[in-house]
């Protein structure tokens, strides 16, 4: 039979821009897209980028705080004004989703700028009522913030209503521990806003590497976030302008705004799936195999919708393999064992690859190569905040089976380590590289012994 379209996507974030965009341009296949919101997705619109520059932008005071240390005297950062920086932001956030929409045009993709469902293994409908057919079809929605389920939670907000803030509020309350809470506590906290961030756990960031964790959580404490830890909230209630959070030890506290920073769901809702038999994990996400092939033969899917590893760099690597193998005879498929990534704390970050030390020591003996120090930039200021640097490595095959770095640009420092351990580098090949003195990363590979071992001798 003869369809409308060799590819259509339903949704314009990360993974489906890609995907779109690469099978019209490099394949020539005849491609549909439907996005409802904003072309560039929840990383671009809603996520990554705007965080990135309000980190940028909340890191000033700190930095001319240590500046006195050098013999700066009176440094000031001076006063933030949220209303100029909301200007550029939404300016630079207008400009990306031109960029990522004319890039669609370019390519020859034909834009939806609405709503889509499927009807079936080869129809979608949009909107406005019209179909279109299709040979394949690639979910690529992502996900979505959620709310808890407690009296009062419509009195929250989720992290998109962070970037849409007409002010900024004078005291909030985070609650969640994962890399989304912790980012918005730091940016809150450096604009100058009385932030606290109650988090259920013993210290934030689960699933990562634990000494990496109780680092974050100490350095949130020492930034000035009233960090409380083993507190979930039970309730909100509307007190006047503001809201009274009460807590699950009977505590009570009240707060000009309240985020929920408690995790995101598959955007699989009120997509028409019931129609097409496309199965589904028990978390709502879509059930796909190592090709990003659905239970259905003609329909993919792509990105945080399929809650693999719910990242952005993840979901465009998926659309364009997918692509490939589809469209460009080229099978390839993604290894989702190795992916490095970050988490912009203030004034270290923590980037991470590979296996924490704690999942490592599980799977059998590993030495542990470990450093902790206080960076020489900060030491000199008088500060007394320490990084830390971490190798994991299989005493057998002297393979590196983890980087951990904390400290400052440890985002910067993660992507260039993950490419010797995407390569399967050994402790040797580390030790060969010739060091670049003087630098933090140094101790990557001047670290000759070990720290500790599991099991411990």
């Given at each position: 039979?003869?369809?409308?379209?060799?590819?259509?996507?339903?949704?314009g974030?990360?993974g489906g821009?890609?995907?779109?965009r690469?099978?019209?341009?490099?394949h020539g296949a005849?491609?549909?897209?439907?996005e409802?919101?904003?072309m560039?997705?929840?990383c671009?619109?809603?996520?990554c980028v705007?965080?990135?520059?309000?980190i940028?932008?909340?890191?000033?005071?700190?930095?001319?705080a240590?500046?006195?240390?050098y013999g700066?005297q009176?440094?000031d950062?001076?006063?933030?004004?949220w209303?100029?920086?909301?200007g550029?932001?939404?300016?630079?956030?207008?400009?990306?989703e031109?960029?990522?929409?004319?890039?669609q045009?370019?390519?020859?993709v034909?834009?939806?700028h609405?709503?889509?469902?499927l009807?079936?293994h080869?129809?979608?409908e949009?909107a406005?009522g019209?179909?279109?057919?299709a040979?394949h079809?690639?979910?690529?929605?992502g996900?979505?913030?959620?709310?808890p389920?407690?009296?009062?939670?419509e009195?929250?907000?989720?992290s998109?209503?962070?970037f849409?803030?007409?002010?900024?509020?004078?005291?909030?309350l985070?609650i969640?521990?994962?890399?989304i809470a912790?980012?918005?506590?730091?940016?809150?906290?450096?604009?100058?806003?009385?932030?606290?961030l109650?988090?259920?756990?013993d210290?934030?960031l689960?699933?990562?590497?634990?000494?990496?964790?109780?680092m974050?959580?100490?350095?949130?404490r020492?930034?000035?976030?009233?960090?409380r830890?083993g507190l979930s909230?039970?309730?909100l209630?509307?007190n006047g302008?503001r809201?009274?959070?009460r807590?699950?030890d009977g505590?009570?506290?009240?707060?000009?705004a309240?985020?929920?920073?408690t995790g995101?769901a598959?955007?699989?809702?009120?997509?028409?799936?019931?129609?097409t038999g496309?199965?589904?994990?028990?978390?709502?996400?879509?059930q796909?195999?190592?090709?990003?092939q659905?239970?259905?033969?003609?329909?993919?899917a792509?990105?945080?919708v399929t809650?693999?590893?719910?990242?952005?760099?993840?979901a465009?690597?998926?659309?364009h393999?997918?692509v490939d193998?589809?469209?460009?005879?080229?099978?390839?498929?993604?290894n989702?064992d190795?992916?490095?990534?970050?988490?912009?704390?203030r004034?270290?970050?923590l980037?991470?690859?590979?296996?924490?030390?704690e999942q490592?020591a599980?799977?059998?003996?590993?030495?542990?190569?470990?450093?902790?120090?206080?960076?020489?930039?900060?030491?000199f200021?008088g500060s007394d905040?320490?990084?830390?640097m971490?190798?994991?490595?299989?005493p057998?095959?002297?393979?590196?089976?983890?980087c951990?770095?904390f400290?400052?640009d440890?985002g910067?420092m993660?992507?260039?380590?993950?490419i010797p351990v995407?390569m399967?580098?050994?402790?040797?090949?580390f030790?060969?590289?010739?060091a670049?003195?003087?630098?933090?990363a140094?101790e990557?590979v001047?670290?000759r012994?070990?720290?500790?071992?599991?099991?411990?001798?």
């Amino acid at each position: 039979m003869s369809f409308d379209f060799d590819l259509f996507v339903i949704g314009g974030g990360s993974g489906g821009v890609r995907a779109a965009r690469i099978a019209a341009g490099q394949h020539g296949a005849k491609v549909g897209l439907a996005e409802e919101s904003r072309m560039g997705g929840t990383c671009v619109i809603r996520g990554c980028v705007p965080k990135k520059l309000m980190i940028f932008a909340s890191e000033a005071a700190q930095k001319a705080a240590e500046m006195q240390g050098y013999g700066w005297q009176g440094a000031d950062c001076g006063r933030f004004d949220w209303q100029v920086f909301r200007g550029k932001l939404d300016a630079e956030l207008d400009r990306l989703e031109s960029a990522y929409t004319s890039g669609q045009v370019k390519a020859g993709v034909e834009l939806f700028h609405q709503r889509a469902k499927l009807v079936d293994h080869h129809i979608v409908e949009l909107a406005d009522g019209s179909r279109k057919t299709a040979k394949h079809i690639l979910i690529a929605t992502g996900g979505r913030p959620v709310r808890p389920d407690i009296p009062g939670a419509e009195l929250g907000l989720i992290s998109d209503d962070l970037f849409l803030l007409d002010e900024l509020p004078g005291r909030a309350l985070l609650i969640g521990g994962g890399f989304i809470a912790c980012e918005f506590a730091t940016i809150l906290n450096g604009l100058g806003v009385d932030t606290v961030l109650a988090y259920r756990g013993d210290a934030v960031l689960r699933g990562f590497d634990r000494e990496a964790r109780d680092m974050a959580s100490a350095q949130l404490r020492d930034i000035g976030i009233d960090l409380r830890l083993g507190l979930s909230p039970a309730g909100l209630e509307k007190n006047g302008n503001r809201v009274t959070a009460r807590f699950d030890d009977g505590s009570r506290d009240e707060f000009d705004a309240v985020f929920f920073a408690t995790g995101r769901a598959p955007y699989t809702w009120n997509l028409g799936l019931e129609n097409t038999g496309v199965r589904l994990k028990k978390n709502g996400a879509i059930q796909v195999d190592e090709w990003s092939q659905t239970s259905v033969p003609s329909i993919f899917a792509v990105g945080d919708v399929t809650d693999r590893v719910n990242l952005t760099p993840v979901a465009i690597r998926e659309g364009h393999s997918f692509v490939d193998t589809v469209f460009g005879d080229n099978p390839r498929r993604v290894n989702h064992d190795l992916v490095a990534s970050a988490v912009y704390l203030r004034p270290h970050e923590l980037g991470t690859i590979g296996l924490t030390e704690e999942q490592a020591a599980e799977r059998g003996p590993v030495d542990v190569y470990a450093a902790v120090f206080r960076p020489m930039r900060s030491m000199f200021a008088g500060s007394d905040a320490r990084m830390m640097m971490k190798l994991l490595v299989d005493p057998v095959s002297d393979k590196v089976l983890g980087c951990h770095i904390f400290g400052p640009d440890a985002g910067e420092m993660i992507q260039l380590a993950a490419i010797p351990v995407t390569m399967g580098a050994t402790k040797a090949d580390f030790d060969a590289a010739m060091a670049v003195h003087p630098t933090a990363a140094e101790e990557l590979v001047t670290m000759r012994s070990v720290t500790r071992r599991h099991p411990a001798e």
